[in-house]
Protein backbone atom coordinates (compact mmCIF):
# COMPACT_ATOMS: atom_id res chain seq x y z
CA UNK A 1 0.00 0.00 0.00
CA UNK A 2 1.77 3.39 -0.94
CA UNK A 3 0.96 6.39 1.26
CA UNK A 4 0.32 9.46 -0.43
CA UNK A 5 0.00 12.20 2.13
CA UNK A 6 1.52 12.25 5.58
CA UNK A 7 1.08 15.00 8.16
CA UNK A 8 3.69 14.99 10.59
CA UNK A 9 3.33 16.69 13.95
CA UNK A 10 5.34 19.31 15.07
CA UNK A 11 7.80 17.59 18.20
CA UNK A 12 9.48 19.53 21.19
CA UNK A 13 10.92 19.42 24.36
CA UNK A 14 9.73 21.54 26.89
CA UNK A 15 11.76 21.63 30.66
CA UNK A 16 9.59 23.50 33.62
CA UNK A 17 13.01 24.66 35.50
CA UNK A 18 11.97 25.13 39.27
CA UNK A 19 14.48 27.10 41.56
CA UNK A 20 13.87 29.25 44.91
CA UNK A 21 14.40 33.07 43.73
CA UNK A 22 13.85 35.61 46.73
CA UNK A 23 12.90 32.78 48.69
CA UNK A 24 10.21 32.08 47.10
CA UNK A 25 10.02 28.25 44.80
CA UNK A 26 9.70 29.98 41.17
CA UNK A 27 9.91 29.24 37.46
CA UNK A 28 12.12 30.47 34.59
CA UNK A 29 10.18 31.90 31.69
CA UNK A 30 11.05 33.15 28.40
CA UNK A 31 9.47 35.75 26.38
CA UNK A 32 8.10 34.63 22.92
CA UNK A 33 9.10 37.50 20.30
CA UNK A 34 8.10 35.54 17.51
CA UNK A 35 4.15 33.79 16.48
CA UNK A 36 2.49 32.12 17.81
CA UNK A 37 1.99 33.41 20.65
CA UNK A 38 4.10 36.28 20.22
CA UNK A 39 4.50 38.61 23.41
CA UNK A 40 3.48 35.62 25.29
CA UNK A 41 5.87 34.02 28.27
CA UNK A 42 6.86 30.06 27.63
CA UNK A 43 9.07 27.41 28.67
CA UNK A 44 12.75 27.43 27.87
CA UNK A 45 12.47 24.86 25.36
CA UNK A 46 11.58 24.30 21.39
CA UNK A 47 11.52 21.98 18.37
CA UNK A 48 13.89 19.10 18.39
CA UNK A 49 16.87 18.93 16.28
CA UNK A 50 16.86 15.26 14.44
CA UNK A 51 20.13 15.97 12.83
CA UNK A 52 21.93 16.59 16.09
CA UNK A 53 20.37 14.83 19.06
CA UNK A 54 20.29 10.76 19.30
CA UNK A 55 17.78 10.94 21.41
CA UNK A 56 15.52 13.10 24.15
CA UNK A 57 17.61 13.66 26.61
CA UNK A 58 20.01 15.01 24.11
CA UNK A 59 17.73 17.13 22.62
CA UNK A 60 16.89 18.71 26.01
CA UNK A 61 20.63 18.99 26.86
CA UNK A 62 21.21 21.02 23.90
CA UNK A 63 18.09 23.12 24.32
CA UNK A 64 18.90 24.01 28.23
CA UNK A 65 22.58 24.93 27.52
CA UNK A 66 21.20 27.34 24.04
CA UNK A 67 19.21 28.96 26.23
CA UNK A 68 19.83 28.73 29.90
CA UNK A 69 23.54 28.08 29.32
CA UNK A 70 23.28 25.36 31.86
CA UNK A 71 24.90 22.28 30.89
CA UNK A 72 24.18 20.14 34.44
CA UNK A 73 21.04 20.19 36.34
CA UNK A 74 18.59 17.58 37.64
CA UNK A 75 16.10 16.68 35.17
CA UNK A 76 13.49 13.85 35.03
CA UNK A 77 10.96 13.28 32.48
CA UNK A 78 7.77 14.60 33.04
CA UNK A 79 5.13 13.55 30.69
CA UNK A 80 4.09 14.06 26.81
CA UNK A 81 1.32 15.98 25.65
CA UNK A 82 -0.06 16.23 22.35
CA UNK A 83 -3.00 17.76 20.64
CA UNK A 84 -4.53 19.04 17.49
CA UNK A 85 -5.03 22.76 19.27
CA UNK A 86 -1.71 22.73 21.60
CA UNK A 87 -0.46 24.94 18.57
CA UNK A 88 -1.91 27.17 16.08
CA UNK A 89 0.43 25.75 13.39
CA UNK A 90 -1.52 22.11 13.37
CA UNK A 91 -0.44 18.84 15.28
CA UNK A 92 1.73 19.05 17.98
CA UNK A 93 3.70 16.26 20.43
CA UNK A 94 5.93 17.77 23.51
CA UNK A 95 7.67 15.89 26.21
CA UNK A 96 8.01 17.99 29.27
CA UNK A 97 10.62 17.71 31.97
CA UNK A 98 10.64 18.75 35.27
CA UNK A 99 14.28 20.35 36.25
CA UNK A 100 15.24 21.28 39.29
CA UNK A 101 18.74 24.63 40.01
CA UNK A 102 20.44 26.65 42.74
CA UNK A 103 19.84 29.86 41.58
CA UNK A 104 23.27 30.90 41.93
CA UNK A 105 23.82 28.50 38.57
CA UNK A 106 21.64 30.62 36.68
CA UNK A 107 22.24 34.15 36.39
CA UNK A 108 18.77 35.77 34.70
CA UNK A 109 19.93 39.16 35.30
CA UNK A 110 23.38 38.89 33.30
CA UNK A 111 23.96 36.19 31.24
CA UNK A 112 20.24 35.43 30.31
CA UNK A 113 19.27 39.38 30.20
CA UNK A 114 15.41 40.63 30.30
CA UNK A 115 14.20 38.03 28.68
CA UNK A 116 14.11 35.90 30.97
CA UNK A 117 12.54 36.16 34.42
CA UNK A 118 11.82 33.36 37.63
CA UNK A 119 8.31 33.82 38.49
CA UNK A 120 6.58 32.19 41.82
CA UNK A 121 4.43 29.40 41.08
CA UNK A 122 1.77 31.06 42.61
CA UNK A 123 1.84 34.02 40.42
CA UNK A 124 1.52 32.38 37.41
CA UNK A 125 -2.14 33.99 36.74
CA UNK A 126 -0.33 37.08 36.09
CA UNK A 127 1.49 36.16 33.17
CA UNK A 128 -0.15 35.37 29.18
CA UNK A 129 1.31 31.92 28.92
CA UNK A 130 1.88 30.11 25.68
CA UNK A 131 0.60 26.72 24.24
CA UNK A 132 -0.16 24.46 27.15
CA UNK A 133 2.70 25.58 29.03
CA UNK A 134 0.27 26.94 32.22
CA UNK A 135 -0.81 23.06 32.52
CA UNK A 136 2.50 21.70 31.95
CA UNK A 137 3.85 23.61 35.11
CA UNK A 138 0.80 23.07 37.23
CA UNK A 139 1.60 19.14 36.32
CA UNK A 140 5.41 19.69 36.88
CA UNK A 141 4.74 21.92 40.29
CA UNK A 142 2.45 18.55 41.68
CA UNK A 143 5.09 15.87 40.54
CA UNK A 144 7.68 18.18 42.59
CA UNK A 145 5.33 18.83 45.34
CA UNK A 146 4.07 14.73 46.31
CA UNK A 147 7.95 12.89 45.58
CA UNK A 148 8.63 15.83 48.01
CA UNK A 149 6.89 13.98 50.39
CA UNK A 150 9.21 10.66 50.76
CA UNK A 151 12.02 11.21 48.77
CA UNK A 152 15.17 13.79 48.53
CA UNK A 153 14.51 15.46 45.63
CA UNK A 154 14.37 19.11 47.16
CA UNK A 155 18.54 18.52 47.65
CA UNK A 156 18.28 19.09 44.17
CA UNK A 157 17.94 23.04 44.78
CA UNK A 158 20.74 22.88 47.63
CA UNK A 159 24.60 24.05 46.11
CA UNK A 160 27.27 21.70 46.94
CA UNK A 161 27.90 22.57 50.32
CA UNK A 162 24.16 23.50 52.33
CA UNK A 163 23.21 23.51 55.91
CA UNK A 164 20.50 21.04 56.98
CA UNK A 165 17.84 24.54 58.17
CA UNK A 166 18.26 25.41 54.30
CA UNK A 167 17.22 21.93 53.08
CA UNK A 168 14.65 22.02 55.86
CA UNK A 169 13.61 25.53 54.33
CA UNK A 170 13.20 24.11 50.97
CA UNK A 171 10.97 21.18 51.92
CA UNK A 172 8.75 23.29 54.49
CA UNK A 173 8.19 25.99 51.37
CA UNK A 174 7.57 23.17 48.98
CA UNK A 175 5.20 21.38 51.23
CA UNK A 176 3.63 24.27 52.92
CA UNK A 177 4.48 22.55 56.30
CA UNK A 178 6.18 23.02 59.61
CA UNK A 179 9.15 20.67 60.17
CA UNK A 180 10.80 20.41 63.66
CA UNK A 181 14.35 21.08 63.10
CA UNK A 182 15.69 18.14 65.36
CA UNK A 183 13.42 15.60 63.48
CA UNK A 184 14.29 16.89 60.74
CA UNK A 185 18.25 16.60 61.72
CA UNK A 186 18.10 13.26 62.88
CA UNK A 187 15.71 11.74 60.07
CA UNK A 188 18.29 12.99 57.48
CA UNK A 189 21.09 11.53 59.41
CA UNK A 190 19.76 7.97 60.07
CA UNK A 191 19.39 7.98 55.91
CA UNK A 192 22.76 8.29 55.70
CA UNK A 193 22.66 10.21 52.21
CA UNK A 194 24.88 13.39 53.18
CA UNK A 195 28.00 13.79 54.50
CA UNK A 196 29.65 16.39 56.65
CA UNK A 197 32.01 18.17 54.81
CA UNK A 198 33.75 19.42 57.83
CA UNK A 199 33.60 23.13 57.28
CA UNK A 200 30.39 25.30 58.73
CA UNK A 201 28.93 28.39 57.26
CA UNK A 202 29.78 31.47 57.85
CA UNK A 203 28.43 34.74 59.40
CA UNK A 204 26.67 33.30 62.40
CA UNK A 205 27.00 32.85 65.73
CA UNK A 206 25.70 28.99 65.85
CA UNK A 207 26.78 28.11 62.75
CA UNK A 208 25.46 25.06 61.37
CA UNK A 209 27.48 22.15 59.48
CA UNK A 210 28.20 22.04 55.79
CA UNK A 211 27.07 18.86 53.86
CA UNK A 212 27.42 17.46 50.16
CA UNK A 213 24.76 14.68 49.12
CA UNK A 214 27.00 11.20 48.81
CA UNK A 215 26.65 10.29 45.16
CA UNK A 216 24.78 6.78 45.45
CA UNK A 217 22.78 7.13 42.16
CA UNK A 218 19.45 8.21 42.03
CA UNK A 219 16.73 9.75 44.60
CA UNK A 220 16.46 8.29 48.17
CA UNK A 221 13.25 7.46 49.17
CA UNK A 222 12.51 8.03 52.63
CA UNK A 223 10.55 4.91 54.87
CA UNK A 224 7.93 6.99 55.67
CA UNK A 225 6.67 10.59 54.31
CA UNK A 226 9.17 13.65 55.41
CA UNK A 227 5.85 15.46 57.01
CA UNK A 228 6.48 13.19 59.71
CA UNK A 229 10.16 14.35 60.60
Request: charged letters at 30%.
Amino acid sequence: MKIKDVDWALFSVDPVIFTFHQGELSVLLVRRYFDPFKGYWGLPGGRVDQKVCADLDAALALKLESKTGLKKLFFEQLGTYGSEDMDPRGWSVTTAYLALVNESYVQVDGTLGEDYIWTPVLSLGSYKLAFWHERIIKDAYTRLRDKSLYTDLPVNFMPELFTYPMLKEAYEKILDIEISRQRFAKRMDSADIFEDSGQKEKGRNRPSPLYRKKDRGGAYIFPGIIKGA
